[in-house]
């Protein structure tokens, strides 16, 4: 039975298209292959999947898509197709296919009007606005609990299928934001507290909602809708122990079960008869207590204690249910981390208060601190560094770290790494360091293999050797999220123990895609003091010490490292602090006054600077692990890079990474320029509308034909892994070229990235290729009529063209040998001409000619062997 008409309307789209492929897949085609084969996509399957498959999923894979057959089955789908979108909004994409009756094509083009990059990014836009304003506050008629739990699940599988999704903690941390009830403010935090409620949502709703039932906060069916919880304000008798008057002293109810929090009569204190402090059985008289003095002194504040207002809405059945249940979460959690730091927050001395606050974590005292990074260069030290008082008494002294020349040399860091995990500092941000430093609260994840060392703003400093560049992780207990996030520094300076605060180069996150904001907000009210991550939408507010921000931070545990959610705060991407891009990319925004060039050249800033990088081993060590000369091994390390990095951490706390995309491609010793140029024609049968071009510097050009312009990512990701990888990228401010899936490439390769100035498309080799290229494919054109509907396969043969050509400029080389260094092979240029009459063979059954007429369109690069073309048939 076929599905109803498709309305057209986007939100039944994805209902109807699942509803749609079954139908075909119930339908044979003329070889008795199911019809989905017809609009299957090859993308969507993996190899690995492809190995998987068996029995008519196989045949649906395996079936061509060219072939008598498959002109059969087309057709039948198209017809299909038209039927169920005739009357809806869809209707008009099948207009252009009215004569070809060409169902996959339709298909695809109602794919990309529903599935595409607008209708995408509107359905991504549409599933996180659900999620953050989709709220709940007790069950109505219109709107109960489990609709709100429902919402949640369709707005996460919607990302999920749109490969955006969240991860499992902020899904549970937005589903509890949502719930807007102070009545289960514990509940809430006693989920954010248990590491595998925490990560599973499915999990935590049912625990919320087995919770609430249990508690009978609320109950949620109809007939209880309306059910009010008040605090309890009766005189006299068990359990009323709120607000009553003075009288006897109560027992402890229970002993020690729920933790005496009982009492008969009492005066106003809120949990004793009096001040005798929970010493034996209570002493008589009713005068005021104080609760949470005397809780402290019983009991760590553990991050379970319950706000009194929420106390104070429960009966003496609620209150020994969540007795009980707090016990045994504190008796899983000794036995399950015993001897670790807990991850939650409460036990890393930041718990939760019994107002609701978290308390802050203790300052350290900073006059018995003397190895900070602050006195470490500047700021106050003994390492054999003058502080700027003995210079000058009344100048101030201005601590700042600079890194130099990275240089070859073994040394062994493992005795930097710290070990006392109930260690606090601060990551103070630094505009003066040119690296970020790590300090006593981080820990070494891995080594780049590189080093440098390590100077003040002065040059009576002496310098500190041989300074590991390194991926470093510190912990962060978040105060709002009530979590404990990792974040992880690529390219940074890793002191250790050596240093008791860090130091962090705000323009090096900012290279990441991260805002720092420095400004207090008592200067500006608009600031939001701190550190935005806007992948994970996450904040991390500054404090003050005196006048510096800084982020509170500590050393993370096995256990931390293991479990907690990783933020990444700068890019794995090598860091060149002094690198002339950042002056490029600066002075067409900059303001250019004399006055602002006249300030500039008359004040000097002293900032920390880093000597050039080099690989920490040395030629001795490497000519007895080579088993060469000395010598040798001296011009070996010249001649050669070292770009992976190395794990040097024990005990082994995660996976050693497995991705070295930078060494996975041969790289190309040239920059590489790309720019987007467009058809005023679509191009047939291939709907492509623009093309994306690569240019190197000494004339290689490669083209790829686009749907649209967010295609360029992935024709990025091509180009790399079929040609490699170059030295940078040179492109425009086109967003196609900056954002989205273009950086996710550039990050993934570690490519450093220029941009042209504003309306100079001369600073663009790939303006004059284009131009070049173009009237190339003209003269093509015209000589031979080619029809304009196929520019793409035009343009494409044109520049393989290009790229062997002997130029002149090149020594009457080719491009392609330049770049390469690989001669170049033409056998697939020498048969044919383009749009030149051929015959082909095609296997068909008896009686039927196997010998076809076609045009040859060049040829095939992804698709087969060499030699393998494409063919204009006369379909």
Known sequence: KPPEKFSGKIKSWK?????????????????????????????????????????????????????????????????????????????????????????????????????????????????????????????????????????????????????????ETTKVREFLRGIHNSSFQAIKTTILLNPELKQDLNKAITAFKD????????????????????????????????????????????KRQYEQNYTRGGGRSSYQGGKGN?????????????????????????????????????????????????????????????????????????????????RPLPEADDASRITSASAAFGRGSDHNIPSSRSFNNARRSEGAIQSGLRR??????????????????????????????????????????????????????????????????????????????????????????????????????????????????QYDKGSIHGIYVPGEDITFPFRLHGCISYVPIRLPNATELKNCRYIEMTSEKVWEPYSEIFQEAETPLALKTEASDNLRASRKIGATISTDRRCDIDAVTLSERLGISHHLAQETLKSTTQL???????????????????????????FLYSDTFFSSIPSKPRNNTCAQMFVTSKGFCDVHPMKSKGDAGDKLNHFITNVGIPLGLITDGAKEENLGRW????????????????????????????????????????????PEELWDFGIKYTTDIRQIIARPSLDHRSAYEVLTGNTPD??????????????????????????????????????????????????
């Open 15 to 167: 209902s109807w298209k699942a509803e749609f492929e079954s139908y075909l897949a119930q339908i044979n085609g003329a070889d008795g292959v199911p019809l989905s084969y017809i609009i299957r996509n090859d993308d969507e399957i993996t190899e690995d999947e492809y190995e998987l498959m068996e029995g008519q999923v196989k045949r649906i894979y395996d079936a061509p898509l060219q072939g008598d057959y498959y002109d059969r089955d087309n057709f039948q789908v198209f017809q299909k197709l038209r039927a169920l979108l005739t009357g809806g909004l869809a209707e008009t994409y099948l207009t252009d296919y009215e004569r070809s009756g060409d169902g996959r094509e339709a298909w695809n083009t109602v794919l990309i009007a529903y599935e595409g990059d607008d209708a995408k990014n509107a359905a991504i836009t549409s599933a996180r606005n659900d999620i953050r304003q989709c709220t709940w506050e007790r069950n109505s008629k219109n709107w109960t609990f489990d609709q709100y739990c429902l919402k949640h699940i369709r707005a996460h599988n919607m990302l999920k299928r749109y490969a955006v999704p969240m991860d």
């Open 211 to 254: 919770t609430v039932t249990t508690l009978e906060l609320v109950v949620f069916d109809k007939q209880h809708d309306d059910r009010k919880i008040s605090a309890v304000n009766a005189r006299g008798g068990f359990g009323r122990q709120f607000q009553s008057r003075g009288g006897r002293g109560g027992r402890n109810h229970h």
């Open 278 to 358: 929970y010493q034996g059985r209570f002493p008589r008289g009713g005068g005021r207590g104080n609760h949470y003095q005397n809780h402290s002194n019983r009991e760590q504040d553990d991050g379970l204690l319950l706000d009194q207002s929420v106390l104070n809405q429960m009966n003496t059945k609620q209150r020994a249910a969540y007795y009980e249940g707090r016990k045994k979460l504190r008796g899983q959690d000794n036995s399950d981390i015993k001897g670790e730091i807990p991850r939650n927050i409460g036990a890393t001395n930041t718990g939760i208060t019994s107002d609701g606050h978290i």
């Open 408 to 521: 070859i040399s073994f040394v062994n860091h493992r005795n930097r790494i710290p070990e006392n995990l109930a260690f606090r500092g601060r990551a103070e941000i630094d505009t003066r360091a040119d690296t970020t430093c790590a300090g006593a609260a981080f820990t070494l994840i891995e080594t780049t293999g590189q080093e440098c060392d390590v100077t003040g703003f002065h040059d009576d400093m002496s310098p500190i050797k041989n300074i590991p560049i390194a991926t470093c992780a510190t912990a962060y207990d978040h105060p709002e999220l009530q979590e404990t996030v990792i974040l992880l520094f690529h390219e940074a300076l890793y002191f250790g123990k050596d240093m008791e605060h860090s130091l962090i180069n705000p323009n090096q996150l900012r290279e990441n895609g991260i805002t720092v904001d420095c400004c207090p907000r």
């Open 644 to 670: 992976a990095s190395r794990n040097v951490t024990e005990p082994f706390t995660r996976r050693l990474r497995t991705r070295q995309s930078q060494l996975r491609y041969p790289r190309i010793n040239d």
């Open 743 to 786: 950086e996710e490439v550039r990050k993934k390769f570690l490519l450093p990235q220029k941009t042209t100035e504003p309306h100079t498309p001369q600073q663009n080799r790939c303006e004059i290729e284009i131009r070049e290229t173009k009237d190339h494919y003209r003269r093509l054109m015209d000589r031979k009529r080619v």
């Open 826 to 875: 033409i056998s697939n240029l020498l048969d044919f001409e383009f749009y030149e009459w051929i015959k082909y063979f095609e296997p068909t059954s008896f009686p039927t000619s196997r010998e076809n007429l076609g045009r040859w369109l060049g040829q095939a690069h992804d698709v087969g062997q060499a030699l393998c073309y494409y063919i204009l048939k006369d379909n």
